[in-house]
């Protein structure tokens, strides 16, 4: 079982940065593939981004490519998603995930864990 909690979520301008943390319970972490996405109101759910097990290898949607980068600290079982120029159709709740995989997916149906999430507001 993997529990994901994350924070960092707020309301920020266009153009302006938030990190978002997620931060992981439960010994599985360092072998779970990670992934962000997120949901506006009236919205499926999309893929923001994802990454390896080791963080040598990430994958990103076209929308948030260049903008947004994903990290993780296996010793912390912590992901991060710096957001940076982030604009009013960023505005979403966003969710942390965890594949038991190897293999980066990017569709949320493969992803085994997921966290509750927290809102992201981009104001124009």
């Known amino acids: 079982q993997v529990r994901l909690v994350e924070s960092g979520g707020g309301l920020v301008q266009a153009g302006g940065s938030l990190r978002l943390s997620c931060v992981a319970s439960?010994?599985?972490?360092?072998?779970?593939?990670m992934g962000w996405f997120r949901q506006a109101p009236g919205k499926e759910r999309e893929f923001v981004g994802t990454?390896?097990?080791?963080?040598?290898?990430?994958k990103y949607a076209d929308s948030v490519q260049g903008r947004f980068t994903i990290s993780r600290d296996n010793a912390k079982n912590t992901v991060y998603l710096q957001m940076n120029s982030l604009k009013p159709e960023d505005t979403a709740v966003y969710y942390c995930?965890?594949?038991?995989?190897?293999?980066?997916?990017?569709?949320?149906?493969?992803?085994?864990?997921w966290g509750q999430g927290t809102q992201v507001t981009v104001s124009s």
């Open positions: 995930a965890a594949r038991l995989s190897t293999v980066l997916n990017v569709a949320p149906q493969f992803y085994d864990y």
């Open positions: 990454i390896s097990r080791l963080g040598d290898s990430t």
């Open positions: 439960g010994r599985t972490f360092s072998s779970s593939v």
